[in-house]
């Protein structure tokens, strides 16, 4: 996920409020010789430790 992707989406300023991507964006997660492809809503979430 670049930032670019987000800005092309139209997610980033939505996602920077707090609020899921308005759209679907594409996820590939890969586990040793297995990939996993499919599609989220995403948000940023904060820790406790602030990162």
Do not use: Y
């Not at 899921?20 to 890969?30: G, M």
């Amino acid at each position: 996920m670049s930032k670019e992707t987000l800005e092309r989406t139209n997610s980033l300023d939505t996602m920077l409020n707090f609020q899921k991507s308005p759209v679907l964006i594409p996820i590939v997660a890969k586990f040793d010789d297995i990939t996993l492809r499919t599609d989220a809503r995403l948000s940023f979430r904060e820790t406790p430790d602030g990162i």
